[in-house]
Structures are given as structure tokens and as C-alpha cells.
């Protein structure tokens, strides 16, 4: 069993920055994939970002340039920077844990979620 937990959310305004940290129980974290979704009101849950078990990093198109993915395994914990926010950007992050080789996109394939963290950027 994997604990996930998110931190880090917050209200920003437009063009501002914000740190999200996810950190997971247990000592085979550096096993996982480790990916960022998130669930705007109204709409379906949509991949952000993922930290594959080998260190590389896979962008969704709407963030690439604008946030930043890394993991430190030493400390069970991943960090997706948020830059250059929009009110589009608005919704719950959540973080997962996937056993799945390579850089998963889908919902299925991860089997650890975290409770989620807001994110409101305001206009």
C-alpha cells in the first residue's frame, strides 16, 4: 500500500507561480511512476505531467513550457512548479502512483491516488 499525499495548492493570481509537492509512504517509491492529474469543476480528470521510474519527464501540451516536473526519490517526494498560471489552469491536482513501465496517461493504469490539492488562479 502507497499513501500519496498533496500539498501546495492555493489561491494565485493570472501569470503567477505555484509549488506542488506530492510525498508517498513506504520505501519502493522509486518504483513508480509518479504522474499529475487534475479535475477542473464539471469536467473529466485529465493528465498533467509524469515522472517515470527511470527519471524521465512527459509534458501534457497545454503545460509544456509553463510548469516544471521533478522527483527526488531520497525524500518520496515529487514537485510539479507551476509557472505563468491562467484561470484555465484552475482545478484539483492530484497525484498518482503507477507500476506501469514508461510514462502512463491513463486512469486505470495507476493504482494510488493522493486526496487532491486546489488550485484557483483568479483573472
Known amino acids: 500500500q502507497v499513501r500519496m499525499v498533496e500539498s501546495g495548492g492555493g489561491l494565485v493570481q493570472a501569470g503567477g507561480s505555484l509549488r506542488l509537492s506530492c510525498t508517498a509512504s513506504?520505501?519502493?517509491?522509486?518504483?513508480?511512476?509518479i504522474s499529475w492529474f487534475r479535475q477542473a469543476p464539471g469536467k473529466e480528470r485529465e493528465f498533467v505531467a509524469t515522472?517515470?521510474?527511470?527519471?524521465?519527464?512527459y509534458y501534457e501540451d497545454f503545460v509544456k513550457g509553463r510548469f516544471t516536473l521533478s522527483r527526488d526519490n531520497a525524500k518520496n517526494t515529487v514537485y510539479l512548479q507551476m509557472d505563468t498560471l491562467n484561470p484555465e489552469d484552475t482545478a484539483v491536482y492530484y497525484c498518482?502512483?503507477?507500476?506501469?513501465?514508461?510514462?502512463?496517461?491513463?486512469?486505470?493504469?495507476?493504482?494510488?491516488w493522493g486526496q487532491g490539492t486546489q488550485v484557483t488562479v483568479s483573472s
Open positions: 513506504g520505501r519502493t517509491f522509486s518504483t513508480y511512476t
Open positions: 498518482a502512483a503507477s507500476t506501469v513501465f514508461g510514462y502512463p496517461v491513463r486512469i486505470p493504469d495507476f493504482d494510488y
Open positions: 515522472a517515470s521510474r527511470t527519471g524521465g519527464i
